[in-house]
C-alpha cells in the first residue's frame, strides 16, 4: 500500500494494529506493503526491492527504516498474530461458560484461517521458509498465541483420564488445517465449531 492508496481510503490488511504503535505514516505503509506482499507471494519470493517499490522507497532510503527482510517478516508475523489473537479473546470474553468459550474460540479462529484477506494463515504456513534464529523467535510467538487455546482447554470439565496436551493439539491441528478440508457452502465456520465441539464434549 502507498501512501497515495492510503490518501485514498484503501483498507490495511493490518487494520487498524499500527494506529496504536506510533509510528510514522512511511513506516505503516512499508509495513502494509510488506505484509500484503509476503501473504500473496510468500517470503522466498518477496525481495527487500519488491517492497521498496510498493512504497517508493529504493536501497538505502528503505533500509532507513527496515533492518532486514527477515526482521520485517517477523514483525508482520507477530502483528498478523496479534491481530487474530486479540480477536479471538474478544469473542471468547463474551461467554463465560468453558465449553461455549472454546466453541466462539473455534468459529472465530475458522473465521480468520478462511477469510481470503486474513495474514494469518499465509504468514504461519511460510514461516519454515526463514532462517533458523528467525524461525526460532516465530515459534516462540506461535507458542504465545496458542496460550488462548491452553487456556480455554484447562478450563474443560474434561475426563481426568484425557491428556489435556493432546486434546489442545488434536484441536488445533483440526483448526490450523482447516484450508484442506472445508469446503464451502455446507457449513458456516460457526456452525463448524458448534460441531467440533460436540465432538470434542463426548465422554
Not at 519488491?50 to 538505502?60: A, K, T
Not at 484441536?171 to 460457526?190: D, F, H, I, M, Q
Amino acid at each position: 500500500m502507498t501512501g497515495k492508496d492510503r490518501e485514498e481510503g484503501a483498507p490495511s490488511r493490518l487494520g487498524g494494529v499500527l494506529q496504536k504503535e506510533g509510528l510514522s505514516a512511511r513506516h505503516r505503509d512499508i509495513l502494509e506493503a510488506a505484509a500484503t506482499l509476503f501473504a500473496e507471494r510468500g517470503y522466498a519470493a518477496t525481495s527487500v526491492r519488491d517492497i521498496g517499490e510498493q512504497v517508493g522507497l529504493l536501497g538505502g532510503s528503505l533500509y532507513h527504516h527496515i533492518k532486514s527482510k527477515e526482521a520485517l517478516f517477523a514483525r508482520v508475523h507477530d502483528i498478523a498474530l496479534k491481530m487474530a489473537a486479540d480477536r479471538i479473546n474478544f469473542a471468547v470474553s463474551q461467554v463465560t461458560d468453558p465449553w461455549e468459550r472454546l466453541e466462539a474460540g473455534c468459529a472465530t479462529m475458522l473465521e480468520i484461517q478462511l477469510d481470503p484477506e486474513s495474514l494469518t494463515m499465509p504468514l504461519m504456513n511460510d514461516f519454515t521458509a526463514v532462517p533458523l534464529d528467525i524461525r526460532e523467535r516465530l515459534v516462540a510467538t506461535r507458542d504465545a498465541f496458542e496460550d488462548i487455546f491452553r487456556a480455554m482447554v484447562d478450563d474443560l470439565p474434561l475426563d481426568p483420564s484425557i491428556d489435556r496436551g493432546v486434546y489442545r493439539l488434536l484441536l488445533l491441528t483440526l483448526l490450523n488445517n482447516v484450508s484442506s478440508w472445508y469446503r464451502e457452502g455446507r457449513l458456516a465456520p460457526k456452525e463448524i465449531a458448534r460441531q467440533i465441539v460436540l465432538v470434542f464434549r463426548r465422554p
